[in-house]
């Protein structure tokens, strides 16, 4: 007989065919082993009952009564008719309301009787009232087993229609415990469990969905976070280790003509600490006959890619090729530019390869490419297509890697005999929990220094109502000779208004800011790239005083004279997101300033996130920040991609705690048993088992 969680939830019950293919279409539930797996979001407290006076105002989500009925009032008629039960407990007066379900609520409720009430406080006329509360005579209670802590699941439009609501799943649950709870394995290992204060697996399913106390539920929840987290990093570690065992890696003992020549003659400027130490980081990685594969986290501006370029020199200087590869053709041309601008006279051939690349181009490119004539590619996705195929690649770089899948990366492994080193470049500042959970089979390198003469951008937040405050700032900055963003927010659910916004802003800014005196181009996604490339080159050329832009479009741009940075509806983006959009200002050597805009009306969590932003300029901080605000799925609203796995109860933005356990225990177990191979290991195999992901697998391949 097989193990009993993985047998179909329509037997159990109370589902039966219908619900179970509700269940499975709403919440993926298709055994018993997923319904006992699905966990309460939230949980009230019913250990407390609070006196009716003490309730001042609705900022209480739930509350719980003991008091009388002293009366009933039918109120009203037609669809307005609801039914009224006065209740006094001493200290006051409540009215509990039905519109629905009257007859028989009447029937159940007796005058003089006392009830215990649960439910959402409001304030109608002065008056505390509970609409459509749960009521239940004290005596009722005290013969029923009752939870101080009650969870409350999760539950769709579907699934109320479909009598599923939060109250039915947590019948399903009575249900189903008494089937499963003597049949449960215990998934960690004895040893585990000790060493972390970990209680057994059956006491912590029981607390998750019937907490005996708020003590027992929070024991609860740190097991199965835990668990969560542990068969997760056993997997990430697993691979890494595996990668750092095998002696595949391309060799770059050489630092030659290429490295030096640019070194000695071409690089206009010293190089940061930050830029110094990681160049060595690589070129430590380069000789020891592993594959690399490294993250590199810095700022916007602080001098990623001149990083790249020398160690993209050093893969030439060993007889290998390079390339770059960036999100977009606009990035991806300015890369190449620069590379072009920086190389001049090194004998170092450096071609660019876009979706817009001519067929006739494409053929003689590639031609070059396997002949070795061509050194360093720089290009979009299209270097990915199988038809680009290189003598010798030794070395990828990868810029804002969040916007590829981890599909694509793989692609790229597959270009030469043995998988090419890899840098990954990223200005999201990705906190470190979140790093270790995402990236834990690739190194951190840091660049945590920006190049010298840098003035701390200022940051200030106006409501749409000063718009014309805004407008004679930006004349006057205008009138010093500096240029000016402004970026509106695209967000894929709602584009066609966005365009909207961003036509509207447009118009707008061409009506504050009229022709001839003043230049404003506009650049967008939906554009023709001959359009974007004038707009753009007007810009850069200093021409057009104002660049009116969506916030995708613009990563990468560098313009050092722009000095002003207006981000529209500020509100609507994350903290990273602003962040970035803010480093495009402050290159150059005047005072930079970020102008955040936002409604009027903000809701708390935007008026801390625009606070935060006007406090500091640490991307860290922030980022850190928004996670704990939004959420890892939010951040910056590109990371969920990196996302190779759904988490069940942990958080990133608040387990760190639990995350830094869970590795290490990972770690103690994989340096005694490294592919998990030991008899006495055999469980922590399951455990990562059910851990590794389709999208994880993708990511071995990088291995
Ligand atoms: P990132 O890609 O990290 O956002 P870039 O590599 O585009 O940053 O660099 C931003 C700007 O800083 C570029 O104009 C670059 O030439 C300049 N820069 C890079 N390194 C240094 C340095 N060590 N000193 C001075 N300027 C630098
Ligand atoms: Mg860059």
Same mark, same amino acid.
């Given at each position: 007989?097989?193990?009993?969680?993985?047998?179909?939830?329509?037997?159990?019950?109370?589902?039966?065919?219908?619900?179970?293919?509700?269940? /499975?279409?709403?919440?993926?539930?298709?055994?018993?082993?997923?319904?006992?797996?699905?966990?309460?979001?939230?949980?009230?407290?019913?250990?407390?009952?609070?006196?009716?006076?003490?309730?001042?105002?609705?900022?209480?989500?739930?509350?719980?009564?003991?008091?009388?009925?002293?009366?009933?009032?039918?109120?009203?008629?037609?669809?307005?008719?609801?039914?009224?039960?006065?209740?006094?407990?001493?200290?006051?007066?409540?009215?509990?309301?039905?519109?629905?379900?009257?007859?028989?609520?009447?029937?159940?409720?007796?005058?003089?009787?006392?009830?215990?009430?649960?439910?959402?406080?409001?304030?109608?006329?002065?008056?505390?009232?509970?609409?459509?509360?749960?009521?239940?005579?004290?005596?009722?209670?005290?013969?029923?087993?009752?939870?101080?802590?009650?969870?409350?699941?999760?539950?769709?439009?579907?699934?109320?229609?479909?009598?599923? %609501?939060?109250?039915?799943?947590?019948? @399903?649950?009575?249900?189903?415990?008494?089937?499963?709870?003597?049949?449960?394995?215990?998934?960690?290992?004895?040893?585990?469990?000790?060493?972390?204060?970990?209680?057994?697996?059956?006491?912590?399913?029981?607390?998750?969905?019937?907490?005996?106390?708020?003590?027992?539920?929070?024991?609860?929840?740190?097991?199965?976070?835990?668990?969560?987290?542990?068969?997760?990093? @056993?997997?990430?570690?697993?691979?890494?280790?595996?990668?750092?065992?095998?002696?595949?890696?391309?060799?770059?003992?050489?630092?030659?003509?290429?490295?030096?020549?640019?070194?000695?003659?071409?690089?206009?400027?010293?190089?940061?600490?930050?830029?110094? =130490?990681?160049?060595?980081?690589?070129?430590?990685?380069?000789?020891?006959?592993?594959?690399?594969?490294?993250?590199?986290?810095?700022?916007?501006?602080?001098?990623?890619?001149?990083?790249?370029?020398?160690?993209?020199?050093?893969?030439?200087?060993?007889?290998? /090729?390079?390339?770059?590869?960036?999100?977009?053709?606009?990035?991806?041309?300015?890369?190449?530019?620069?590379?072009?601008?920086?190389?001049?006279?090194?004998?170092?051939?450096?071609?660019?390869?876009?979706?817009?690349?001519?067929?006739?181009?494409?053929?003689?490119?590639?031609?070059?490419? @396997?002949?070795?004539?061509?050194?360093?590619?720089?290009?979009?996705?299209?270097?990915?297509?199988?038809?680009?195929?290189?003598?010798?690649?030794?070395?990828?770089?990868?810029?804002?890697?969040?916007?590829?899948?981890?599909?694509?990366?793989?692609?790229?492994?597959?270009?030469?005999?043995?998988?090419?080193?890899?840098?990954?470049?990223?200005?999201?500042?990705?906190?470190?929990?979140?790093?270790?959970?995402?990236?834990?089979?690739?190194?951190?390198?840091?660049?945590?220094?920006?190049?010298?003469?840098?003035?701390?951008?200022?940051?200030?937040?106006?409501?749409?109502?000063?718009?014309?405050?805004?407008?004679?700032?930006?004349?006057?900055?205008?009138?010093?000779?500096?240029?000016?963003?402004?970026?509106?927010?695209?967000?894929?659910?709602?584009?066609?208004?966005?365009?909207?916004?961003?036509?509207?802003?447009?118009? %707008?800014?061409?009506?504050?800011?009229?022709?001839?005196?003043?230049?404003?181009?506009?650049?967008?996604?939906?554009?023709?790239?001959?359009?974007?490339?004038?707009?753009?080159?007007?810009?850069?050329?200093?021409?057009?005083?104002?660049?009116?832009?969506?916030?995708?479009?613009?990563?990468?741009?560098?313009?050092?004279?722009?000095?002003?940075?207006?981000?529209?509806?500020?509100?609507?983006?994350?903290?990273?997101?602003?962040?970035?959009?803010?480093?495009?200002?402050?290159?150059?050597?005047?005072?930079?300033?970020?102008?955040?805009?936002?409604?009027?009306?903000?809701?708390?969590?935007?008026?801390?996130?625009?606070?935060?932003?006007? =406090?500091?300029?640490?991307?860290?901080?922030?980022?850190?920040?928004?996670?704990?605000?939004?959420?890892?799925?939010?951040?910056?609203?590109?990371?969920?991609?990196?996302?190779?796995?759904?988490?069940?109860?942990?958080?990133?933005?608040?387990? %760190?705690?639990?995350?830094?356990?869970?590795?290490?225990?990972?770690?103690?177990?994989?340096?005694?048993?490294?592919?998990?191979?030991?008899?006495?290991?055999?469980?922590?195999?399951? @455990?990562?088992?059910?851990?590794?992901?389709?999208?994880?697998?993708?990511?071995?391949?990088?291995?």
């Amino acid at each position: 007989m097989g193990y009993i969680l993985d047998n179909d939830v329509k037997f159990l019950t109370g589902v039966g065919e219908r619900r179970a293919l509700l269940l /499975q279409k709403e919440l993926g539930i298709r055994t018993l082993g997923d319904l006992l797996y699905y966990f309460p979001f939230r949980y009230i407290d019913r250990s407390r009952i609070w006196r009716i006076g003490e309730i001042a105002d609705d900022s209480l989500t739930y509350i719980q009564l003991r008091a009388r009925i002293t009366g009933f009032q039918h109120v009203g008629s037609g669809p307005k008719k609801r039914f009224i039960a006065v209740v006094a407990d001493g200290s006051g007066t409540a009215e509990l309301v039905w519109f629905k379900g009257i007859n028989w609520i009447e029937k159940r409720l007796e005058a003089g009787r006392e009830y215990i009430i649960f439910g959402r406080p409001a304030f109608f006329n002065g008056a505390l009232n509970l609409v459509h509360p749960e009521v239940e005579s004290v005596l009722e209670q005290a013969n029923r087993f009752h939870a101080e802590v009650q969870g409350v699941y999760s539950t769709t439009e579907k699934l109320n229609n479909g009598q599923l %609501g939060t109250k039915a799943i947590y019948t @399903l649950m009575c249900n189903l415990w008494p089937q499963v709870e003597g049949h449960l394995r215990e998934t960690l290992p004895g040893d585990v469990m000790s060493r972390y204060g970990l209680v057994p697996l059956r006491d912590a399913l029981y607390n998750i969905h019937f907490p005996t106390s708020q003590q027992a539920l929070r024991a609860a929840e740190y097991r199965l976070k835990f668990e969560e987290l542990f068969g997760i990093q @056993l997997n990430i570690l697993r691979e890494q280790r595996g990668r750092k065992a095998r002696n595949d890696g391309f060799l770059f003992p050489a630092v030659g003509r290429f490295f030096n020549g640019f070194y000695n003659e071409k690089l206009p400027f010293p190089l940061t600490g930050a830029q110094k =130490r990681v160049i060595r980081e690589i070129r430590q990685d380069t000789v020891t006959g592993h594959q690399m594969n490294r993250l590199l986290q810095g700022d916007v501006g602080s001098g990623k890619t001149l990083v790249a370029l020398m160690s993209m020199l050093l893969a030439c200087d060993n007889g290998f /090729q390079a390339c770059l590869m960036a999100p977009t053709e606009i990035l991806a041309t300015q890369h190449h530019a620069t590379l072009l601008r920086m190389l001049d006279g090194l004998g170092v051939r450096v071609e660019l390869l876009t979706g817009s690349t001519r067929k006739s181009e494409r053929t003689a490119l590639a031609e070059d490419l @396997l002949s070795g004539d061509v050194h360093i590619l720089v290009g979009t996705h299209a270097l990915i297509e199988d038809t680009v195929q290189f003598k010798n690649l030794g070395f990828v770089v990868i810029d804002e890697q969040h916007r590829f899948g981890v599909e694509q990366r793989a692609r790229l492994w597959n270009k030469n005999r043995r998988p090419p080193h890899v840098l990954v470049m990223t200005a999201t500042p990705i906190p470190r929990t979140l790093a270790m959970t995402l990236y834990g089979d690739l190194d951190v390198s840091v660049i945590d220094e920006l190049p010298p003469g840098r003035k701390p951008i200022r940051t200030l937040h106006y409501r749409d109502a000063h718009r014309l405050q805004v407008f004679g700032f930006i004349r006057n900055e205008i009138k010093k000779g500096r240029q000016v963003y402004i970026v509106y927010p695209l967000i894929k659910e709602s584009e066609k208004m966005d365009y909207k916004d961003l036509e509207d802003g447009y118009a %707008g800014i061409t009506q504050a800011f009229p022709p001839p005196e003043y230049v404003t181009v506009v650049v967008h996604g939906k554009m023709k790239p001959a359009d974007k490339d004038y707009g753009m080159n007007l810009f850069k050329q200093g021409v057009a005083h104002i660049m009116i832009a969506t916030s995708v479009i613009e990563v990468g741009v560098d313009v050092p004279n722009a000095s002003i940075m207006v981000i529209e509806s500020a509100e609507r983006f994350g903290l990273s997101q602003l962040h970035q959009l803010r480093g495009r200002v402050g290159r150059g050597g005047e005072q930079s300033y970020c102008i955040l805009m936002s409604g009027d009306k903000l809701s708390s969590d935007s008026r801390k996130r625009l606070a935060a932003m006007v =406090r500091t300029t640490d991307g860290f901080e922030l980022a850190e920040m928004d996670l704990q605000l939004r959420g890892p799925g939010d951040l910056s609203g590109t990371l969920q991609s990196g996302l190779a796995f759904d988490l069940k109860i942990a958080s990133l933005g608040k387990d %760190g705690q639990i995350l830094t356990l869970a590795r290490d225990a990972a770690e103690r177990v994989l340096a005694d048993d490294p592919e998990l191979a030991k008899p006495q290991n055999k469980l922590l195999c399951e @455990l990562a088992a059910k851990y590794v992901s389709k999208k994880e697998t993708d990511f071995s391949m990088i291995s």
